[in-house]
């Protein structure tokens, strides 16, 4: 029996309802622009409360007056704020009617990943003629989750259903004046995700938002709220390794996590947007914000894996405002081609005995600038606070640049704070070495690249390094001259 | 009236007094403008985050101060390495004091920036080298818009200063808050070597702001070993830029001993422009009360197979701030660079504070860049193995900090002055080390 467009719309229409997921099928898109009536436009389609719709407006006075940073390490073009349609109704319609029409580039990519035939349709956008495997998987995944008492659903839906828990935390760890691009979120986000652990609450599995996403349709202005109460533990996935197409130029996230005393909530992202072609045109703008604030005896852990965006700006913060707390960044920065990437995180170290480490790897191929940027910070009233960074960075030729920009601010005398940075090329001894054993120079460059990485990939959970894995070598295929 | 309009106003007056037919006129000229446009830095400034000049910029000094002739040697002998033979270039308020000072025209020229800038026998000299490193930035340019008077060092090719040569800028506090904008020239030619000290001291409490300039060149396989020492008292502050060009084969070194003053900027900047140049940037800061001390640093790498090596220890008691500000270019075509940078630091007391920036920007593969910084204390298993043979605490910690500093020391070339800089070290932290070192 043939499959129409109309009930595949249909299905879905009664998947997402049925599992409470939030559409608007009849809302259209936006005009381009931006201006108060967008924003309470937005507001409305997405029936908020009036405290929301106030939160957004807020938050765009103020966006209005600040201007767009200039101080990273990057050179883009900025976008035209005015030019921009800021909300747009998900689209339903498949962009292909099979993989024979897909790009054969991102289909090889799909292979060499190993993703199966159904996702890959699912993730090239192309008509899916079975009812997805994992809206099912998910419904399993609810009623586990449900169980415990833990909520994981979109923030749209969190803003109707727990108008308290989102009034009492949203904007506290990121307020809406932060940045530009944070105030621009939080006046403009379409979705994002939202997730409460209760007290003492071990979630049993790691929570994905890859599920959610395939239903939902990823937002440009994604935010994402991830309380973990008090005693409870919570492993959090951003992110895919398949390569994301998208439209949409300028992605500007916020994401805040919230670690109430005694809890631990661990943060893994794979970013690989389109990071534009070969010759530097097109990719993606990620501009985001992510901090963390953990209560006493709190852990929080930021792991990321970037390969794409053609212009990254990215720095996952910890605020240590509890004694004992604990924070971590373990990151890997691929750029190849022209891709730009300016990251690192910030350890702000506010209460007695808080512990940061930070791991972070940059690898540069092609003509790309790849940058570390950090802050630790020790305020006078941190007593004993006890830091460790390692940046290493790896350079592929002599077109692309590598940087280190650590801050170092540290105001009290029982700090203890270490911090080092090398830069390095593989050596022609180490290619020789494996070479000389039958190892290809394109295999042994992968094998090399993965050992330097090797510390930030331990710290992902087990599929997804797999999978990281075989990115990194992927994102680095064709860079060796 | 701010300081800006006064320096601007100031300027006019200053023209009225030099030669304008003066081919550097024009560069003076160009200087003026920028420093209308950009102003004092802010902190707004990357360079300037953690260092604000608004409390020492506040002050109404005095831009042309009167020749002082009543200084005797005795009163500036402390001040000066006196145990061993040096030439001496000895500025009073600004102004050269021929009575202290010992220059030279004698094989090489120590002598005066004003002549070398008005008779004509230095002409080609000034138009090679005058403001030729030294880049467009706002205070820079605020001294060479001022600059007549400096130290003039120039030493011909295959030559070695067989001794030493000091600069020593004194400021009499005859008015009632000063500023000074000292500029010196120094040309190191192909082959020739030279040791300089260089100091900047007040001998009143009265308010000081030095805005110095120094401009470096090295020449083929010469080479530069240059010691800042300052000390100076807590109502002074300096702003040093120095701008050092290298060219290939050579070595420079800049040590930078930093123990005192309001305010202490130290602009330090080197250009590597040939291969297999060697520079080698050291300081020691031990500072107090509510002493600031800045290191903002550059080393450029232009050429392949150059090296440089930074090392820099702090220390700092009380309410004192210190910055390293540290940064390392490697260009493309740079390829076996070996470039390192270290910072270290120990707080003393709880409201001491650090704001470390060491920064490496790479732009080629084949390169060794490393750079490390650590924060900590004096660690305590040590202090009690020491105390727990006899050593009392005080001692114990005065040990440990010395070590710490030492590193530094060890290359250091004239003993006088590492004698000079043990002792001070020893009294900085309080107590008697009891051996020489």
Same mark, same amino acid.
């Given at each position: 029996?043939?499959?129409?467009?109309?009930?595949?719309?249909?299905?879905?229409?009664?998947?997402?309802?049925?599992?409470?997921?939030?559409?608007?099928?009849?809302?259209?898109?936006?005009?381009?622009?931006?201006?108060?009536?967008?924003?309470?436009?937005?507001?409305?389609?997405?029936?908020?409360?009036?405290?929301?719709?106030?939160?957004?407006?807020?938050?765009?006075?103020?966006?209005?007056?600040?201007?767009?940073?200039?101080?990273?390490?990057?050179?883009?073009?900025?976008?035209?704020?005015?030019?921009?349609?800021?909300?747009?109704?998900?689209?339903?319609?498949?962009?292909?009617?099979?993989?024979?029409?897909?790009?054969?580039?991102?289909?090889?990519?799909?292979?060499?990943?190993?993703?199966?035939?159904?996702?890959?349709?699912?993730?090239?956008?192309?008509?899916?003629?079975?009812?997805?495997?994992?809206?099912?998987?998910?419904?399993?995944?609810?009623?586990?989750?449900?169980?415990?008492?833990?909520?994981?659903?979109?923030?749209?839906?969190?803003?109707?259903?727990?108008?308290?828990?989102?009034?009492?935390?949203?904007?506290?760890?990121?307020?809406?004046?932060?940045?530009?691009?944070?105030?621009?979120?939080?006046?403009?986000?379409?979705?994002?995700?939202?997730?409460?652990?209760?007290?003492?609450?071990?979630?049993?599995?790691?929570?994905?938002?890859?599920?959610?996403?395939?239903?939902?349709?990823?937002?440009?202005?994604?935010?994402?709220?991830?309380?973990?109460?008090?005693?409870?533990?919570?492993?959090?996935?951003?992110?895919?390794?398949?390569?994301?197409?998208?439209?949409?130029?300028?992605?500007?996230?916020?994401?805040?996590?919230?670690?109430?005393?005694?809890?631990?909530?661990?943060?893994?992202?794979?970013?690989?947007?389109?990071?534009?072609?070969?010759?530097?045109?097109?990719?993606?703008?990620?501009?985001?914000?992510?901090?963390?604030?953990?209560?006493?005896?709190?852990?929080?852990?930021?792991?990321?894996?970037?390969?794409?965006?053609?212009?990254?700006?990215?720095?996952?913060?910890?605020?240590?405002?509890?004694?004992?707390?604990?924070?971590?960044?373990?990151?890997?920065?691929?750029?190849?081609?022209?891709?730009?990437?300016?990251?690192?995180?910030?350890?702000?170290?506010?209460?007695?005995?808080?512990?940061?480490?930070?791991?972070?790897?940059?690898?540069?191929?092609?003509?790309?600038?790849?940058?570390?940027?950090?802050?630790?910070?020790?305020?006078?009233?941190?007593?004993?606070?006890?830091?460790?960074?390692?940046?290493?960075?790896?350079?592929?030729?002599?077109?692309?640049?590598?940087?280190?920009?650590?801050?170092?601010?540290?105001?009290?005398?029982?700090?203890?704070?270490?911090?080092?940075?090398?830069?390095?090329?593989?050596?022609?001894?180490?290619?020789?070495?494996?070479?000389?054993?039958?190892?290809?120079?394109?295999?042994?460059?992968?094998?090399?690249?993965?050992?330097?990485?090797?510390?930030?990939?331990?710290?992902?959970?087990?599929?997804?390094?797999?999978?990281?894995?075989?990115?990194?070598?992927?994102?680095?295929?064709?860079?060796?001259? | 009236?701010?300081?800006?309009?006064?320096?601007?106003?100031?300027?006019?007056?200053?023209?009225?007094?030099?030669?304008?037919?003066?081919?550097?006129?024009?560069?003076?000229?160009?200087?003026?403008?920028?420093?209308?446009?950009?102003?004092?830095?802010?902190?707004?400034?990357?360079?300037?985050?953690?260092?604000?000049?608004?409390?020492?910029?506040?002050?109404?000094?005095?831009?042309?101060?009167?020749?002082?002739?009543?200084?005797?040697?005795?009163?500036?002998?402390?001040?000066?390495?006196?145990?061993?033979?040096?030439?001496?270039?000895?500025?009073?308020?600004?102004?050269?004091?021929?009575?202290?000072?010992?220059?030279?025209?004698?094989?090489?020229?120590?002598?005066?920036?004003?002549?070398?800038?008005?008779?004509?026998?230095?002409?080609?000299?000034?138009?090679?080298?005058?403001?030729?490193?030294?880049?467009?930035?706002?205070?820079?340019?605020?001294?060479?818009?001022?600059?007549?008077?400096?130290?003039?060092?120039?030493?011909?090719?295959?030559?070695?200063?067989?001794?030493?040569?000091?600069?020593?800028?004194?400021?009499?506090?005859?008015?009632?808050?000063?500023?000074?904008?000292?500029?010196?020239?120094?040309?190191?030619?192909?082959?020739?070597?030279?040791?300089?000290?260089?100091?900047?001291?007040?001998?009143?409490?009265?308010?000081?702001?030095?805005?110095?300039?120094?401009? +470096? #060149?090295?020449? *083929?396989?010469?080479?530069?070993?240059?010691? &800042?020492?300052?000390? $100076? @008292? %807590?109502?002074?502050?300096?702003?040093?830029?120095?701008?050092?060009?290298?060219?290939?084969?050579?070595?420079?070194?800049?040590?930078?001993?930093?123990?005192?003053?309001?305010?202490?900027?130290?602009?330090?900047?080197?250009?590597?422009?040939?291969?297999?140049?060697?520079?080698?940037?050291?300081?020691?800061?031990?500072?107090?009360?509510?002493?600031?001390?800045?290191?903002?640093?550059?080393?450029?790498?232009?050429?392949?197979?150059?090296?440089?090596?930074?090392?820099?220890?702090? +220390? #700092?008691?009380? *309410?004192?701030?210190?910055?390293?500000?540290? &940064?390392?270019?490697? $260009? @493309? %075509?740079?390829?076996?660079?070996?470039?390192?940078?270290?910072?270290?630091?120990?707080?003393?007391?709880?409201?001491?504070?650090?704001?470390?920036?060491?920064?490496?920007?790479?732009?080629?593969?084949?390169?060794?860049?490393?750079?490390?910084?650590?924060?900590?204390?004096?660690?305590?298993?040590?202090?009690?193995?020491?105390?727990?043979?006899?050593?009392?605490?005080?001692?114990?910690?005065?040990?440990?900090?010395?070590?710490?500093?030492?590193?530094?020391?060890?290359?250091?070339? +004239?003993?006088?002055? *590492?004698?000079?800089?043990?002792?001070?070290?020893?009294?900085?932290?309080?107590?008697?080390?009891?051996?020489?070192?």
């Amino acid at each position: 029996m043939p499959y129409t467009e109309h009930e595949l719309e249909q299905d879905l229409k009664n998947k997402e309802y049925e599992y409470g997921f939030y559409t608007d099928i009849e809302s259209d898109t936006l005009p381009p622009g931006l201006n108060e009536d967008i924003v309470i436009a937005i507001s409305k389609k997405k029936e908020e409360p009036d405290w929301m719709t106030a939160w957004r407006l807020e938050a765009y006075r103020h966006w209005k007056t600040m201007a767009e940073p200039n101080w990273a390490n990057i050179g883009y073009e900025k976008p035209d704020y005015q030019n921009i349609s800021y909300y747009s109704a998900p689209n339903k319609k498949p962009k292909y009617e099979s993989l024979d029409e897909v790009d054969p580039e991102l289909l090889d990519t799909f292979n060499k990943l190993g993703i199966s035939l159904d996702e890959q349709k699912k993730l090239a956008g192309v008509a899916v003629d079975v009812v997805m495997d994992s809206v099912s998987v998910a419904t399993t995944f609810k009623k586990t989750l449900a169980e415990k008492g833990i909520i994981f659903c979109s923030i749209s839906e969190a803003i109707q259903n727990h108008p308290e828990l989102v009034k009492k935390y949203i904007g506290s760890v990121v307020p809406p004046k932060d940045n530009f691009f944070a105030a621009l979120n939080s006046a403009v986000f379409s979705d994002g995700s939202f997730c409460y652990i209760p007290k003492g609450v071990r979630c049993p599995m790691e929570l994905s938002t890859y599920f959610r996403i395939n239903q939902a349709g990823t937002g440009q202005f994604e935010r994402t709220l991830v309380i973990a109460e008090e005693s409870s533990y919570v492993s959090y996935l951003e992110g895919c390794t398949a390569p994301m197409r998208d439209e949409n130029q300028l992605h500007a996230a916020v994401v805040e996590l919230v670690a109430l005393d005694n809890a631990e909530i661990k943060y893994s992202t794979v970013q690989n947007w389109f990071p534009g072609d070969k010759e530097g045109k097109g990719g993606v703008f990620n501009f985001v914000t992510k901090r963390g604030l953990c209560e006493k005896n709190a852990k929080i852990s930021w792991t990321q894996v970037e390969t794409g965006s053609a212009v990254t700006w990215k720095y996952p913060s910890c605020i240590l405002k509890g004694d004992n707390s604990i924070g971590e960044f373990y990151s890997i920065a691929l750029t190849n081609n022209f891709q730009q990437a300016d990251t690192g995180t910030k350890m702000v170290h506010l209460g007695n005995n808080t512990k940061s480490t930070i791991i972070s790897k940059g690898i540069s191929a092609g003509r790309s600038q790849n940058s570390y940027r950090g802050l630790v910070k020790v305020s006078p009233r941190a007593k004993n606070a006890r830091n460790f960074s390692q940046c290493d960075s790896l350079l592929m030729g002599n077109k692309c640049g590598a940087h280190t920009f650590p801050y170092i601010e540290v105001s009290n005398k029982n700090a203890q704070i270490e911090h080092e940075a090398t830069t390095s090329k593989i050596g022609e001894d180490q290619i020789f070495y494996c070479n000389q054993r039958g190892i290809d120079t394109e295999k042994a460059i992968a094998l090399i690249v993965n050992g330097f990485s090797k510390e930030v990939l331990n710290k992902l959970p087990m599929e997804f390094a797999v999978e990281a894995q075989k990115l990194l070598e992927i994102s680095l295929e064709g860079s060796v001259g | 009236m701010q300081l800006k309009e006064k320096l601007l106003s100031s300027y006019m007056a200053f023209e009225e007094t030099i030669d304008l037919e003066n081919s550097i006129h024009d560069i003076r000229n160009d200087a003026i403008k920028f420093f209308e446009q950009s102003g004092f830095p802010t902190k707004k400034l990357e360079a300037w985050k953690y260092t604000s000049l608004n409390s020492i910029l506040k002050e109404d000094y005095s831009i042309f101060p009167k020749k002082e002739d009543t200084i005797e040697y005795r009163d500036i002998k402390k001040y000066c390495v006196h145990d061993i033979d040096t030439y001496q270039i000895v500025f009073i308020d600004g102004i050269f004091a021929s009575h202290l000072s010992q220059t030279t025209h004698d094989k090489l020229d120590a002598c005066l920036m004003s002549s070398a800038l008005n008779k004509p026998k230095y002409k080609p000299i000034i138009k090679k080298y005058f403001n030729k490193v030294a880049p467009k930035e706002s205070l820079t340019a605020l001294n060479t818009a001022f600059s007549y008077e400096g130290a003039y060092i120039k030493i011909p090719k295959g030559v070695a200063a067989e001794k030493p040569i000091q600069i020593l800028n004194f400021s009499t506090g005859n008015e009632h808050a000063l500023m000074i904008q000292p500029r010196n020239l120094i040309i190191v030619e192909d082959n020739a070597q030279v040791q300089i000290v260089e100091r900047h001291q007040s001998l009143t409490e009265n308010a000081v702001l030095t805005n110095s300039v120094t401009e +470096i #060149f090295v020449g *083929k396989n010469a080479d530069l070993d240059y010691y &800042k020492i300052q000390n $100076d @008292k %807590i109502t002074s502050s300096l702003i040093d830029n120095t701008y050092i060009s290298q060219e290939r084969d050579s070595n420079a070194s800049v040590h930078t001993f930093s123990f005192g003053g309001k305010l202490t900027r130290n602009n330090l900047n080197f250009y590597q422009n040939g291969s297999n140049i060697n520079s080698t940037l050291k300081g020691v800061t031990i500072i107090e009360g509510k002493q600031h001390v800045d290191h903002n640093t550059l080393v450029h790498h232009k050429k392949p197979h150059c090296e440089s090596h930074q090392d820099y220890k702090g +220390i #700092f008691a009380e *309410k004192s701030t210190g910055v390293f500000n540290g &940064k390392v270019l490697v $260009d @493309k %075509i740079a390829q076996k660079t070996d470039a390192y940078q270290s910072n270290n630091n120990i707080l003393i007391d709880d409201q001491a504070t650090i704001n470390s920036k060491p920064q490496l920007e790479i732009f080629a593969d084949d390169v060794k860049c490393s750079h490390g910084c650590t924060i900590g204390q004096l660690d305590e298993e040590a202090l009690f193995y020491m105390q727990s043979r006899g050593i009392p605490k005080k001692e114990a910690r005065a040990l440990l900090m010395y070590a710490f500093a030492n590193n530094v020391l060890n290359s250091v070339k +004239i003993p006088e002055i *590492k004698n000079r800089i043990t002792k001070q070290i020893a009294l900085k932290i309080g107590v008697e080390l009891g051996f020489d070192l």
